[in-house]
């Protein structure tokens, strides 16, 4: 059975190869019967025969061996270079996959240690309310019921930040100044509210209750009484 | 067929000497086999004789030091191969961009030209100077072309080696092979006649 010619492009695929010499005897006899209709093609094998006759006679192994001749020896003193060389480990991708995960974790754990110190730091009105309220010993002790209301202690005043020491830190402290002084102005008036109190409860009180029970007499013996009395 | 299995074979006999402990035989034997191969490969990509030297030393270190992770599930000359790409890819990358600091931002093509280089009329006969203009009209060819021809014509490497290597196909492959037996034929028939 006749095999059919080949097409241009399988020509062309096979032309190369043709002209090294690298085709069977079946393809080559297949190549040249169909090639005769392509005499464009023709010329081509013409063309890159001439050229590659004469290149034929090149020794391209011998110029790479001159080109390459000294590259054993450099390869090997590379090498020895490498397996000797005492900071070599340092260049090793395991070493700097050790180093570079060890400075990620150290990132890491400073960022959340960072992130809990903010934590503390930064506390919003309502917290630091709060906290002076549960947590904070009271500012004026007096203050934390009328049976217990003493004269206030000016050392303890002065003491006043280093109550809030126990608790914060200061930054927290000054950061708060704002809240503090709010609660400080109102604690003030609600002392000088009690003060008042304190100095109007010695009034006898009896007198009035039972002053409708008076009569002119008594009213009398009030005013000569009055009279012994020194001012 | 033939050539390919008695790499295969000395390939074998090269890596079980040096899992025998025979080191420097066995990286001597590599080196000395391989070398004109790997030299080749980086030459076609940086077309420069001193930069392809260095690149091959580069390919060699690396891989004589990794031949003891050497699964074979290639040969070492297909592994060679790709190394010496990547390499060579590698260290155009790093030309291009050194070009653009050196140029303060104006970007150079590197895309070779398809040129062949002056020779003086009296060297123009040298036998090394035509070896060599070969070799640079064929490191100047698109990179499929280059690649097919070169592993084809001085490796004799089949298209299906070929096409497993470089991951196209052997149609496109032989196109490529036409395309570029036809380009060398033509820059040489000019520089020959010159």
Known sequence: MEQKNLNRKQLEELLPDYVFGRLNSHENELFEKSIQNYPELIQEVENVRSVF???QNMDIDRLLDKKTKYIPVKVSQRLHHERTNPLNFLAKPAFVSIVAGLGVVLLIVSI????????????????????VADNVPPIFPQLDGLDSLALLDDEKLSDFPALYADNFSLNAFYSEADNIEDIVNESLVDLISVNDLFFTVPFDDNLFKNFEKLDETDFQQIIEELKNVEL | MVTLSLNLQNEKEILEEFARGNVEQAVNEIVRRYKNFVFLVAFRYVKNYDDAEDITQEVFVEVLQKLKYFRQESTLKTWLYRVAVNKSKNWLRKQKVLALIRLGGKGEDNDPEFDIP????????????????????????PEKQREVFSLRYFEHMSFEEISKLLGTSVGGLKANYFHAVRKIASAMKQYLQE
Not at chain 1, 112 to 131: E, G, L, P, S
């Open chain 1, 53 to 55: 006759y004469r290149l």
């Open chain 1, 112 to 131: 959340i240690f960072t992130r809990i110190n903010k934590d503390t730091t930064v506390i919003d009105k309502t917290t630091a309310r709060n906290n």
């Open chain 2, 118 to 141: 002056d020779y003086s009329q009296d060297d123009k006969l040298e036998k090394k100077e035509m070896e060599e203009t070969f070799l640079q009209v064929v490191a100047n060819l």
